[in-house]
């Protein structure tokens, strides 16, 4: 089993930045591809972004391309998502996930071990 811990959500005002961080529990994370989803009030899980077990293979929403950026620390057994130019309709809560793959994925049900979320709130 798989703990993810998120952290480094909060309130910004639109153009701002966060970095999230998402750190994991087992050594064995480095075999695991890991994702960012996102849900805000009223709506499912969208897909944010995804990165493969050795960092070399990225997806991005198109909402997000261009102003997020994800990345893993393997030694820290950590992924991160940094968010700049940040817009209203960024807020959400912000859901780390791993898949036992060591490919990413884009859709919610293709991973298997989720964390509690952190909010992240984008003020006009």
């Known amino acids: 089993q798989v703990q993810l811990v998120e952290s480094g959500g909060g309130l910004v005002q639109a153009g701002g930045s966060l970095r999230l961080s998402c750190a994991a529990s087992?050594?064995?994370?480095?075999?695991?591809?890991m994702g960012w989803f996102r849900q805000a009030p009223g709506k499912e899980h969208e897909f944010v972004a995804a990165?493969?077990?050795?960092?070399?293979?990225?997806y991005y929403a198109d909402s997000v391309k261009g102003r997020f950026t994800i990345s893993r620390d393997g030694a820290k057994n950590t992924v991160y998502l940094q968010m700049n130019s940040l817009k209203p309709e960024d807020t959400a809560v912000y859901y780390c996930?791993?898949?036992?793959?060591?490919?990413?994925?884009?859709?919610?049900?293709?991973?298997?071990?989720w964390g509690q979320g952190t909010q992240v709130t984008v003020s006009s």
């Open positions: 996930a791993a898949r036992t793959n060591v490919l990413p994925a884009r859709t919610p049900v293709e991973y298997e071990h």
């Open positions: 087992r050594r064995t994370f480095n075999s695991y591809a």
């Open positions: 990165i493969s077990w050795s960092g070399g293979t990225t």
